[in-house]
């Protein structure tokens, strides 16, 4: 017996209900942001059932439905977008832990992080403050005209290098 395409798409959301929830997991990092990412997908892939083709691979074609609303959320969510980010700097505020025992004695400034960063060699900083600007690596990777694995290992790299830097504040 032949299911109904509602029926079709439907089983197959439930067949592949884990394995979206570990690629959501994969993308955000986060149990909460995973969940609403795993459920946004699941409305848009009920919303567009009658794009999806039978006999074609219906894990491949949700997971493109996941990545692009991934893409598009953190597009939204990214506070600067801009191709020259030398002359980019997040917000002060945003260095500050906001906890009741935060002191400046505690604390470094913007200014001193900044300069921590821009002390680290240019071909790891670029990528670095593309990054903490809301860049995905993807989008480095393409900006810089680098394979993805360099734009990380240059983030990674710099990590430390801040790590290091800032090693006697707390």
Known sequence: MLMSGNDYITSQILLSQ?????????????????????????????????RFTHGTNFQGWSSVIMKNIFINQCRRSAKIKSTDTENEYPRKDSFHDKTSDSTPENN???????????????????PFRMFIAGYSYKEIADKLALPIGTVKSRIFAARKMLQAALSGYK
Do not use: G
């Open 108 to 126: 470094l400034s913007a200014h001193e992080i900044l300069s921590k960063i821009n002390n680290c060699p240019i071909d790891h900083c670029r």
């Open 18 to 50: 884990t394995w979206l929830f570990k690629l959501a997991y994969n993308l955000t990092l986060d149990l909460d942001d995973a969940k609403d990412l795993l459920q946004e997908t699941v409305l848009k892939i009920l919303d567009n059932k009658n």
